[in-house]
Nanobody
Framework: QVQLVESGGGLVQTGGSLRLSCAAS????????MGWFRQAPGKEREFVAG??????ATYYGDSVKGRFTISRDKNTAYLQMSSLKPEDTAVYYC??????????????WGQGTQVTVSS
């Protein structure tokens, strides 16, 4: 089992930037893919971004392509968010051991961090 702890959420104005971090422990970090999901009030959880075990491949949801960048280093995954919009407001969850099977799935989840974008 992988343990995940997110940080970096907060309040930002439209057009601003934030960087989320996710510290992983419990298993060899380089052995699994990582990802970020988000859930806005009243909506289903949505895939945001994913990165392969070695960082060689990245994947993005359509709504964040060109604005968000996922990366990983040592035991931490990052989500750099730029050109933020009010519709990006959500609780963001870090996930480990993500796979795609009709939709994106994950084996382990962080506790979530709130991102609020004011208009």
């Amino acid at each position: 089992q992988v343990q995940l702890v997110e940080s970096g959420g907060g309040l930002v104005q439209t057009g601003g930037s934030l960087r989320l971090s996710c510290a992983a422990s419990g298993r060899t970090f380089s052995s699994y893919a990582m990802g970020w999901f988000r859930q806005a009030p009243g909506k289903e959880r949505e895939f945001v971004a994913g990165i392969s075990w070695n960082g060689g491949a990245t994947y993005y949801g359509d709504s964040v392509k060109g604005r968000f960048t996922i990366s990983r280093d040592k035991n931490t995954a990052y989500l750099q968010m730029s050109s933020l919009k009010p519709e990006d407001t959500a609780v963001y969850y870090c996930a480990a051991e993500i796979v795609y099977s009709s939709s994106w799935l994950a084996s382990s989840w962080g506790q979530g961090t709130q991102v609020t974008v004011s208009s």
